[in-house]
Every structure is written in C-alpha cells, then in structure tokens.
C-alpha cells in the first residue's frame, strides 16, 4: 500500500508554491499538516492548517501541538529567524519519533562553478542565502542517520511556478528577460520533485539527495525552449554575463539515485508541462 495514513505529516511552508504542491500530492495517502503565514481567507478555515510565522510563533510548541513523524521544510522568511526554527526542530526531531525532511538548494555549491556536484561533495557558497542552507544541512549532518534527509534543488518549474509567473509577466509588459549564456545548470518540475518526495517518505529513506534533472543545459537555451512551449513568440533577451568561461550550478544525482520511474530530463520539464 502506497503511504500509510498512521504517518503524521507537518509541511512547514505549505501555503508556498513548493510546499502547497507537496501537501496536495501527499494529503491523500498520510495524515498531511501544513502551514501558512499569509493567504489567511484561503487557509484559516482549514483545519490541517496552523498559522505559523517562524518570527513570532515558536516553532517548538507547534510541534509539539501536531506531534509530526514527517517534518519538511519548506518555509521561508527572516534568514536568522529560520536557524532559530531550524535548530527547535532538530531538538524536537532528537526527543521525538520524528524526521526532519529540509529543503535545501543548489546554492550551497555556488562557490564551485567549474563543475556539477554531487550528493556528498564539500558544500561551499559565496552567497548569504547559499550559507543560510549549508548552517542547517550542518544541524541536520549532525543528527543520527535515521532522523534526517536533505534535499538538494535546482530551479523548480511549473505552470504556476514564480518563474514562469514572472517570464510571462515580462513578457506581457515588454520587459526584459534575463538569461545567462554561460551558465550550465539541472532543472526540475513541481509534478515530478513531489512523486519523489513521496517515494523517499514511503520507503522511509535517509540522506542526501539530488532531486534534478540527470542532464544539463545552458540557462539561455532553457529559457528560450521554455518560452517557444508557453507560446509567446515576442520576448526581449538581456544576456547576462558573469563570467568569462561556463560556469556550473548543477546538482547531479549520483550516490543517491531514485528508480529510473522517479528519473527525468531538463526535456521532460519542457515537453510534460503546457506552461499554460
């Protein structure tokens, strides 16, 4: 039996694009949580719904109130405020029967950009949002195996993702669309990363894990594929360049691998999606 409806699930984040689309794809088949801070006409009303602000509720009575086997996060806000919250779940998950499911990003590898990277490469970052990851991957790292699974993202797309929101919305004012030639990256769809979030719950998984696309692409060619699929045929390009040669940000699966089901291709985040 798929998903075991025992499991109590708490998605930190699920008013978000990526934690909405997370709760929706698991509320079936597990006892699902979520929670939001903003969209309180949509949620409030909704009673596998908290409101929870990681900068005025603590994180660690909400806990305690849902008693989650699954937590993810997915949430966003202050950088200082989300290592305080990060650090009252890593408690709460060490007391408890619980997991901490933390999505992290392809940023925590920014500050190598001559090759791809991989599950169980030394992170390094040059942005502060790159480092904010690496501090609570660090919590998570130090955790017994079975309390912690890292996910690892690329560039999440999606017919409502942010985005594509804002490339059409470009496209819609005649502004300007910012691409990076020399950029070479994975990718991912919103459809596929939760069907494999489901599995790594399901099968109750541990570790690190690259959730992209096995294979790579210039940012600029992506883009303008993505573009041609959505069908607005008149964009304005900006060419971006920071460097002078290629540079990575591309997080590949390869200690980690998922069945070959749950695999896919930067084509696949072109052709299974309308963009409509």
Known sequence: MDGDRK??????????????AIYKELCTFYDS?????????????????YKYNIEDIDTYELLKTVKPDF????IRGDFSAQVLAHQHIVEYVTKHKSKLIFLSSANVFDAYSKYPSYEYD????????????????????R?????GVIIRLPMVFGNNSPRIKEIKAAINKKESIEIFPNLILNVTYIDKLTQQIHYIINHNKNGIFHLGSN????????????????????????????????????VLPKSNKL??????????????????
Do not use: W
């Open 7 to 20: 499991n109590k699930i708490l998605i930190l984040g699920a008013s978000g694009f990526i934690g909405n």
């Open 259 to 276: 069945p070959k089901h749950l695999r896919f291709t930067f084509q696949d985040t072109i052709d299974h999606h309308l963009f409509s």
């Open 143 to 147: 955790l017994p195996k079975n309390k």
């Open 122 to 141: 030394k992170t390094l970052s040059l942005s502060i949002y790159g480092r904010l990851k690496i501090t609570i991957e660090n919590m998570l790292l």
């Open 71 to 74: 937590i993810i996060s997915a």
């Open 33 to 49: 949580y979520g929670t939001y801070c903003y969209n309180e006409n949509e949620y409030k009303e909704n009673q596998q719904f």
């Open 215 to 250: 294979d790579l692409v210039h940012h600029d060619e992506f883009i303008k594929d993505i573009i041609k699929k959505i069908g607005l045929y008149s964009p304005i390009y900006k060419q971006v360049y920071t460097s002078n040669e290629d540079r990575y940000l591309a």
